[in-house]
């Protein structure tokens, strides 16, 4: 039997797949995109077929790249964007195109939820009050908009839990993805009765929950023929991207956290208890180190911000890239590096599709303000990578007044890789921001998970102590402290002075 790990992230913009030897060593990559369905404004969906094709895609390449005897796997994990509705009917096929994280057509739903169960108790059991992207919301949308559908659901997956269905017959999850769904009891670790009821939902309708390194099937023929690998090859549950980001940043103990700006921008520590946000503004969830918990807050645009401006505003990066062969990101925060810190007076507000911590507001809407004609293109770009340190910012402050000590982060995320980015995430955050030697985040830990499962180290820290190290730091420049704080407040008041405005245009557009 072979030492070799495959970890497969299920992602929203696509699947990464990466083969990793039995010292950690990341030998081989894969990348499949796959589109994002909005088929109205606020909707997001995906079809889980095609996160299964790049899965089996991406296990074929990387086994091909490597040169590997598919006989030399030893194991499998997966991690995968959190809180997608993933129904299964009788016949194990999906019912409809699952909700995602981003989805924010349950606003309605989200009230209900708050009003019926209760805002503090949703708190209590499930780490958070109900939210928009939250797989229980969705629920409710369906039984109320698709009754037919929702009698037909016999399963409620997630999104990685169905990729690993597919790949070994099994229906199940595991504690870190469970978590997301609200409708599971963070602190006893099972499915509330309670939430499950208050959506309608049967527990028989609800898969058995296991331990994110647990062992949850095995390949079958059907998908061995598809991947190319040998029936058999264990498939541990794996978790949450979160979870496993935490788990390949190595954010297995007390005292650590990380930053991650992929889609969405996060804070997260690790917590040793489930201790919970009253206000509501960070989520409490289990994570996939057995037995403990972490506190993360989430922005919906952070990264999804600078894709935005590549899109809409960065045809020339895109045909400069095309022709040179360079990265458009890259080009782009070059162009930013020519605006000084504060971007020359102007402020970005990153909530393009609304946000999550600190305001749980879906109406918020992405703002330029301070516009002058004086200010240039590059001053625009500045002013949306600090937009989404200002954000970041709310989350690291909420998790410090709850207690929580972090003294530096370590950056994840495709945001992350810019050495502009960090530098402006040191200075408006000051705190370090420390690199690692593997930035792969979720499929890094997934691929841990499978080592775990399979016997080659004993348990997730040991496996995150044996591989994941901090290679280097950008630290706070203290001669730009003031000017940030000063930006930061600027920013923190705009949101609230345009709160009631973001109220009245989402009114008028309705
Ligand atoms: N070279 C770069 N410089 C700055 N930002 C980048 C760079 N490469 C990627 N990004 C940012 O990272 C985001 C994608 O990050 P990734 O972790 O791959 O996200 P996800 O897993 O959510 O799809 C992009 O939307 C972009 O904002
Ligand atoms: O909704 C959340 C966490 O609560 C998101 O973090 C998703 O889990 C996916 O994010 P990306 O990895 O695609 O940015």
Redo the contacts with the bound molecule.
């Keep these: 039997m072979g030492r070799w790990l495959i970890g497969i992230d299920v992602?929203?913009?696509g699947t990464k797949t990466l083969l990793v030897d039995d010292e950690g060593r990341v030998v081989a990559r894969a990348y499949r995109e796959y589109p994002l369905e909005t088929p109205r404004p606020g909707w997001a969906e995906q079809d889980p077929a095609a996160w299964y094709r790049a899965a089996v895609e991406g296990v074929r390449e990387v086994i091909r790249q490597s040169g590997l005897a598919p006989a030399d796997v030893a194991g499998i994990g997966l991690s995968g964007?959190?809180?997608g509705s993933v129904f299964l009917d009788r016949s194990g096929d999906v019912v409809r195109p699952p909700l995602l994280?981003?989805d924010t057509r349950t606003a309605e739903e989200v009230r209900e939820l708050n009003r019926t169960v209760g805002r503090e108790r949703m708190i209590r059991l499930a780490g958070s009050p109900a939210m928009e992207?939250f797989t229980s919301p969705k629920v409710l949308w369906l039984r109320r908009y698709e009754p037919e559908n929702f009698g037909r659901v016999d399963v409620l997956l997630l999104p990685k839990d169905y990729v690993r269905y597919r790949l070994t017959g099994e229906k199940s999850t595991e504690v870190s993805d469970a978590a997301?769904t609200g409708l599971f009891d963070v602190e006893r670790m099972d499915w509330s009765t309670d939430l499950v009821e208050s959506v309608g939902l049967r527990h028989d309708q609800l898969p058995p929950v296991l331990g994110s390194a647990d062992v949850a099937g095995r390949l079958t023929e059907s998908a061995a023929a598809e991947t190319g690998l040998p029936p058999g090859v264990p498939v541990v549950a794996g978790g949450?991207?979160?979870a496993c980001g935490a788990v390949g940043a190595g954010v297995v103990r007390a005292g650590r956290a990380l930053v991650s700006i992929?889609?969405?921008g996060?804070v997260l520590c690790h917590a040793p208890e489930p201790r919970r946000d009253e206000g509501g503004r960070v989520?409490t969830f289990n994570h996939a180190v057995p037995g403990a918990w972490y506190l993360?807050g989430?922005m919906l645009a952070a990264?999804l911000s600078l894709r935005w401006v590549r899109e809409e505003l960065g045809h020339l990066e895109r045909m400069a890239a095309e022709l040179t062969g360079a990265d458009a990101y890259d080009l782009l925060a070059r162009e930013a590096e020519r605006s000084p810190a504060g971007a020359r007076g102007l402020w970005f507000l990153p909530y393009l599709n609304g946000e999550r911590t600190p305001h749980a507001d879906p109406h918020a809407r992405g703002v330029w303000f301070g516009l002058s004609s004086a200010h240039r293109r590059e001053d625009l770009i500045r002013a949306v990578l600090e937009g989404v340190a200002y954000g970041l910012k709310d989350s690291l402050e909420i998790l410090r007044s709850l207690g929580m000590e972090i003294e530096a982060l370590r950056a994840l995320?495709g945001g992350a890789r810019s050495p502009l980015w960090r530098q402006i995430l040191a200075d408006v955050l000051q705190v370090p921001i420390a690199r690692l030697n593997v930035d792969e985040g979720?499929g890094y830990g997934a691929a841990l998970l499978a080592g775990v499962g399979s016997g080659v180290w004993a348990d997730v820290a040991e496996a995150a102590d044996a591989t994941v190290r901090v290679t280097d730091r950008v630290e706070p420049q203290e001669g730009l402290r003031l000017r940030y704080e000063a930006g930061y407040a600027m920013f923190r008041s705009l949101y609230q002075a345009l709160r009631p405005l973001f109220r009245e245009a989402a009114r008028r557009s309705e």
Aim: some cysteine.
């Design positions: 992602g929203t913009s964007q959190m809180h994280w981003c992207g997301g949450a991207d979160n992929g889609t969405s996060v989520h993360m989430v990264g995320g979720p």
